[in-house]
């Protein structure tokens, strides 16, 4: 703990997997987690509440004269102030009052403000074709990802006159990557919430770039197996590599890019037709970009200004589908991303 003036102090940062790798150093010490989501059976403030980060998950603990017993816990949140407790082989994180437990501020991007739908012949950047209002969206338009009204199949939950984002193939090809605007940077994010739907596609189907002629992908879809095919999307971060070399790990030359992918506690989705919305917990420090098993690179860089890209990893459990097959691919549209700092 650091101490400021007279009986003033301050919360050290860390993270969860800190606290459980350092029990008896942090036992007793006042810190602040960082981006967590509290969950509990009840959804209240009680005994059983768990801490969850981008990493890991632990116990919360209530004193018992905490006047905020019993109150509404608020889902994720940017920072939540409390005391180290170790009980045992556990590490239990007692909050002191609900003025710590500190709110995300959410941007949305609801695809509503594309910068380009018109179709043109001369659009100067074909990178330009998925840049919103909000921010400068990148993807593989040729073979990827494209955007477009509702294919006639997602009629029934879409809205009709949305330009939605499309990944009709799968994370080898599909992605949507964000680049922080000229004027404005995503320093801070700390939760990415997507809201996206399998889609309904059966047999050929044909997806059109709205924007610019001759872009379009063409994959025979097959119907998705309710309770077997899986639905879902991927959060992966690109760390610029130092081109050190790794133990059983081919070197990446440096300056290119390492991707690691962020880890979602979202159940498997196992119906098509219907949007969802899953949630990342972004790394926050240096502890957290190591958690996730980055070994080299300019961690500083990212956190400094962060960069993310949206997969789709749907996949089809149907017996005889293998990823060498290009009947595997499940499309997927986006309906909403939203950002919390």
Do not use: C
């Given at each position: 703990m650091k101490k400021l003036g007279v009986g003033k102090i301050l919360p050290r940062e860390t993270s969860i997997s800190e606290l459980q790798a350092n029990k008896k150093e942090w036992d007793g010490s006042l810190v602040a987690i960082k981006a967590c989501e509290l969950f509990s059976a009840n959804k209240t403030f009680s005994n059983n509440f768990t801490l969850r980060d981008g990493q890991s998950v632990m116990a919360g603990l209530m004193f018992d004269k905490a006047v905020f017993s019993s109150q509404n816990l608020p889902g994720e949140?940017?920072?939540?102030?409390?005391?180290?407790?170790?009980?045992?082989?556990?590490?239990?994180?007692?909050?002191?009052?609900?003025?710590?437990?500190?709110?995300?501020?959410?941007?949305?991007?609801?695809?509503?403000?594309?910068?380009?739908?018109?179709?043109?012949?001369?659009?100067?950047?074909?990178?330009?074709?998925?840049?919103?209002?909000?921010?400068?969206?990148?993807?593989?338009?040729?073979?990827?990802?494209?955007?477009?009204?509702?294919?006639?199949?997602?009629?029934?939950?879409?809205?009709?006159?949305?330009?939605?984002?499309?990944?009709?193939?799968?994370?080898?090809?599909?992605?949507?990557?964000?680049?922080?605007?000229?004027?404005?940077?995503?320093?801070?994010?700390?939760?990415?919430?997507?809201?996206?739907?399998?889609?309904?596609?059966?047999?050929?189907?044909?997806?059109?770039?709205?924007?610019?002629?001759?872009?379009?992908?063409?994959?025979?879809?097959?119907?998705?197996?309710?309770?077997?095919?899986?639905?879902?999307?991927?959060?992966?971060?690109?760390?610029?590599?130092?081109?050190?070399?790794?133990?059983?790990?081919?070197?990446?030359?440096?300056?290119?890019?390492?991707?690691?992918?962020?880890?979602?506690?979202?159940?498997?989705?196992?119906?098509?037709?219907?949007?969802y919305t899953v949630t990342f917990l972004l790394p926050t420090n240096t502890a957290d970009l190591k958690k996730i098993g980055i070994t080299t690179g300019e961690f500083n860089k990212w956190l400094e200004s962060p960069v993310f890209k949206i997969i789709n990893l749907s996949s089809r459990k149907t017996l005889g589908i293998t990823t060498r097959n290009s009947d595997r691919y499940i499309p997927i549209l986006i309906d909403k991303v939203e950002m919390g700092f």
């Open positions: 949140v940017s920072s939540l102030v409390g005391i180290v407790y170790r009980d045992g082989d556990q590490v239990k994180l007692a909050p002191r009052n609900v003025n710590e437990v500190l709110p995300l501020r959410y941007i949305t991007d609801d695809f509503t403000t594309w910068k380009n739908t018109t179709l043109s012949f001369n659009l100067a950047k074909e990178n330009e074709a998925l840049h919103t209002q909000f921010a400068n969206w990148k993807g593989n338009i040729k073979d990827g990802t494209i955007k477009q009204l509702p294919v006639m199949a997602d009629a029934g939950f879409s809205k009709s006159t949305k330009i939605y984002p499309y990944l009709p193939k799968d994370s080898l090809g599909s992605l949507l990557m964000l680049y922080p605007l000229e004027n404005s940077s995503l320093k801070g994010v700390k939760v990415i919430r997507i809201t996206f739907a399998a889609s309904k596609s059966i047999g050929p189907s044909r997806f059109t770039e709205q924007s610019l002629s001759s872009q379009e992908i063409n994959i025979d879809v097959l119907p998705f197996n309710t309770g077997t095919d899986i639905a879902n999307v991927g959060v992966a971060i690109p760390i610029v590599s130092k081109g050190e070399l790794i133990p059983g790990k081919l070197a990446t030359p440096a300056g290119f890019d390492d991707y690691y992918n962020i880890r979602s506690y979202t159940p498997a989705l196992n119906e098509a037709g219907k949007f």
